[in-house]
């Protein structure tokens, strides 16, 4: 079973910066896309931003130029640096990958959220 961990989340004030990081359980498999969500409280869950096995990235509209995504697959592990954070981006932020694995072939795995809260 693969397993991801975010970590990275906490309380910053408005203008600060943060860096998400997913990390994987397990080692022999591909990770295909990664993709960062987030949920406000009481809002639906919205795409942040998204990089494809070829690193080809998109973002919402409301953080570009301030947020990018990463990975390191040798590390298994994927990252989103939030700069010039605003109240607004307050929510749980989720890391979702589709990983292949010779067992279960290529699905979604979901981490668990981190918390990021912006004071103002």
């Known amino acids: 079973q693969v397993q991801l961990v975010e970590s990275g989340g906490g309380l910053v004030q408005a203008e600060g910066s943060l860096r998400l990081s997913c990390t994987t359980s397990?080692?022999?498999?591909?990770?295909?896309?990664v993709t960062w969500y987030r949920q406000a409280p009481g809002k639906q869950r919205e795409l942040v931003a998204d990089m494809s096995g070829d690193a080809n990235t998109k973002y919402a509209d409301s953080v570009k130029g301030r947020f990018a995504i990463s990975r390191d697959n040798a590390k298994k592990s994927a990252y989103l640096q939030m700069n010039e954070l605003k109240p607004e981006d307050t929510a749980v932020y989720y890391c979702?990958?589709?990983?292949?694995?010779?067992?279960?072939?290529?699905?979604?795995?979901w981490g668990q959220g981190t918390q990021v809260t912006v004071s103002s």
């Open positions: 397990r080692t022999f498999f591909v990770i295909n896309t």
């Open positions: 979702n990958a589709n990983i292949w694995t010779p067992d279960h072939g290529s699905r979604d795995y």
